[in-house]
């Protein structure tokens, strides 16, 4: 669980003549992670690719290619078939044929419409002028201008600019027509006029008549090709339908080939012999070891070179070749003739309860975990969802999430989504169900009413979120800092035992196990009753929450001062002056679990209040009530009720009337106020409880242990899902 699986380190040793036969035989078991060969040790070299790779490869790309044209996805795919060679050969290059036609004369078609739409634009703004096009060009003595800006302000520069004797504009609505005789043939007169005021000229269209006419039979003309591109993208979509399960099913057989015929680049070969070498989990190791044989029987032989531990010190490979042995007669016999790289560590798969296996996702946020460091995907399973419903808190708010859970996990196909579908559903069970502790559904204290009131004659819900009973405020801020202590410590611990393992028992200690000591010993008296009556710097809150007797504060004093004198020898005059941090900055951290608490809780009260109301009635004997199941008790003075179906105050202070009871458009104004109010504490639930509590796993608990940069484990193989082969 908080290891991988258990990997072993097999090679395979045999004759050339049935290297193809064993290639066969390790994709079906689709068990081997295979370790690429270096192509350094003399005598043995990289092998070649198999015959008929380069056809498979250029055939793959253009299955892809095809499948990219008529946009075929997997649900297009239909009862799973035999590709043969011989399709692959015709019926492929009938296909290729057939839609590369099409799509070429799509691409024209485009091009067309993108030509006439460039005519049209180019056009339009003439037709707004309502002069024939033919009547703005072509003149030998009078020079003309078209284009955008005012025409009052063209007319004054006109006016006084000397080239030009006369002129005339003439004025749509966004376009003008400059005609000018200039008063000499000085053929850029009317533009040099132009200079000094804004007007962006059009170039006029090489055509005759009126504009209007033109746009209108350009339209058409655009019409048209629209109809054929139509036509040419429902010939494509026939195609996709009737093709999509053939080309699904040719690129899995294809992406098989060429699979397979690479695959001898990770292999150790001279002439006759050839050498693999992979992971697999160790349990399938007779499984692999019963799959060659059947396969080859004794022309290839199996070996487990290792049962790879946790332990990060290297792991074993074949031995050397001995002087003047022959490594090619080594390899036929079934020696262990070749070395692959000396830095091979074993692929990862994370062992994890089914439950637990959604919170994988946010372990590798970070990174997989290495073979030999402990996985912390069960403590994230324990703590994320349990710090988030603990801030969210709302029955209403936790069955939303779970729904938004599920439809991730469900309606997507992507692993990563799934997981964290499967992460949210968590988090939305937790929400609902501290939910229900606080008594809260939307805020609202109907869980209260109706469940601890009506069913269970509770005088009030088993929590309290500590807006209107201060002490549980002060009772939440307390429960953080032990949250954070109890966190921090599990991933101290993870750091003994990953350091244990990877640099020994005393780096182990002054890097974890010192700043361990410091910060649960400074946690011990902080919450003891020692010097309590001394006016120190404790709030009264902390030694108050578990009133730990004195001898606890000193013998937490005592372990802190030896955490410190650990972590001075580990870091030196550095870890010194990070003892605040390891003592008490990381555990302080963890308030942030209270203040969001109450920040949301406080929300939702805003929302409620402006929509339905409220008052407080103040009590003339305040009530001591027991919360948490008797383990805590509060003085209540004063209670505070929504006006949900009733505006009797029972003589209490009314603290908002609320929208609701204000008439009609109050009415309507409480429903957009309700019901975008909520939406906005939901997602801010997302954006604060979500991304503190990811805060506090990634920067305080995963910094006390986890490194990561595993490589996950991608057997040679393939999952068939268009193909079979029988």
Do not use: C
Not at 303 to 321: C, I, K, M, R, T
Not at 417 to 441: C, H, N, P, Q, R
Not at 638 to 662: K, N, Q, Y
């Amino acid at each position: 669980m908080l290891r991988p699986e258990r990997m072993s380190k097999v090679s395979v040793t045999g004759s050339k003549r049935v290297i193809d036969d064993v290639i066969e035989t390790i994709h079906d078991l689709n068990l081997v992670h295979l370790s690429d060969y270096d192509g350094e040790i003399e005598g043995f070299d990289n092998g070649n690719p198999m015959e008929g790779a380069d056809d498979a490869s250029e055939k793959l790309v253009t299955v892809r290619s095809l499948e990219s044209t008529l946009d075929i996805d997997e649900a297009d795919a239909g009862p799973t078939r035999i590709v043969t060679e011989e399709a692959l050969e015709t019926e492929l290059e009938e296909i290729r044929v057939e839609v590369n036609e099409l799509d070429d004369r799509y691409s024209e078609l485009e091009d067309e419409l993108r030509d006439v739409e460039e005519r049209i634009d180019a056009v339009e703004p003439f037709a707004d002028l309502g002069i024939d096009l033919d009547l703005l060009s072509g003149y030998d003595s009078l020079q003309v201008a078209v284009g955008e800006g005012n025409a009052d302000d063209v007319r004054d520069e006109l006016r006084t600019a000397e080239p030009i004797e006369a002129f005339e504009v003439f004025e749509g609505d966004d376009t003008l027509a400059v005609f000018a005789y200039p008063r000499s043939d000085d053929p850029d007169a009317l533009d040099d006029a132009l200079v000094g005021v804004e007007f962006a000229r059009l170039e006029v269209p090489d055509a005759e008549g009126s504009p209007e006419a033109y746009v209108e039979d350009l339209r058409h003309e655009r019409e048209t090709i629209e109809s054929k591109l139509d036509s040419v993208e429902s010939e494509l979509d026939d195609l996709r339908v009737e093709h999509a399960g053939f080309l699904l099913a040719a690129e899995e057989k294809l992406s098989i080939d060429v699979q397979k015929a690479e695959v001898p680049l990770q292999f150790a070969t001279t002439e006759r012999a050839f050498v693999a070498e992979g992971w697999i989990p160790s349990d399938e190791y007779a499984t692999f070891v019963e799959g060659i044989q059947d396969a080859v029987g004794e022309h290839a032989a199996v070996e487990e070179l290792e049962q790879a531990d946790y332990e990060p010190s290297g792991h074993g490979h074949h031995g050397p070749v001995e002087e003047g042995h022959d490594v090619e007669e080594a390899a036929t016999d079934g020696g262990t003739a070749a070395e692959f790289d000396a830095d091979d560590s074993p692929p990862v798969i994370q062992d994890n309860p089914a439950p637990t296996r959604p919170f994988e996702a946010l372990t590798e946020v970070i990174n997989r975990p290495k073979y030999t460091e402990l996985d912390p995907t069960v403590v994230l399973f324990l703590t994320f969802p349990a710090f988030y419903g603990f801030m969210i808190g709302d029955l209403g708010y936790g069955i939303l999430y779970a729904a938004l859970g599920f439809w991730l996990y469900r309606g997507f196909d992507s692993e990563m989504i799934s997981k964290l579908g499967g992460v949210a559903m968590w988090a939305g069970g937790f929400t609902a169900l501290f939910g229900v502790l606080y008594g809260e559904i939307f805020g609202l204290h109907l869980v209260t009413e109706y469940l601890w009131h009506g069913v269970f004659h509770l005088a009030d819900a088993p929590l309290k979120k500590g807006l209107h009973v201060g002490a549980f405020a002060e009772l939440w801020l307390a429960a953080s800092l032990l949250f954070g202590i109890a966190h921090l410590a599990i991933g101290y611990l993870f750091g003994l035992v990953n350091e244990t393992r990877s640099h020994g028992v005393k780096a182990a200690v002054t890097e974890s196990g010192g700043p361990l000591l410091l910060m649960a010993g400074v946690g011990a008296w902080l919450f003891s009753t020692h010097m309590q009556s001394g006016g120190g710097p404790r709030p009264e809150l902390l030694y108050r929450a578990l009133e730990l007797p004195p001898i606890v504060g000193i013998v937490g004093l005592a372990l802190a001062l030896v955490g410190l004198v650990l972590v001075t020898i580990g870091e030196g005059a550095a870890g010194f002056l990070e003892s605040p941090t390891y003592a008490l900055v990381n555990t302080v951290s963890y308030t942030r679990i209270a203040a969001v608490l109450l920040a949301k809780a406080g929300m939702a009260y805003v929302v409620n209040l402006l929509v339905f109301g409220a008052y407080e009635l103040h009590l003339e004997e305040p009530e001591t009530v027991e919360y948490m199941f008797g383990l805590f008790s509060a003085v209540i003075e004063h209670e505070t009720h929504f006006m949900l179906f009733s505006t009797d105050t029972h003589g209490g202070e009314v603290l908002f009337p609320g929208l609701v009871h204000m008439g009609t458009a109050g009415v309507l104004a409480g429903i957009v106020v309700l019901v975008l109010g909520h939406l906005l504490v939901l997602a801010l639930g997302v954006t604060s409880a979500g991304l503190q509590t990811l805060r506090l796993e990634y920067v305080e608990f995963f910094n006390k242990f986890y490194e990561g940069g595993g490589e996950k484990y991608h057997p040679f193989g393939y999952q068939r899902n268009y193909t079979t082969e029988d």
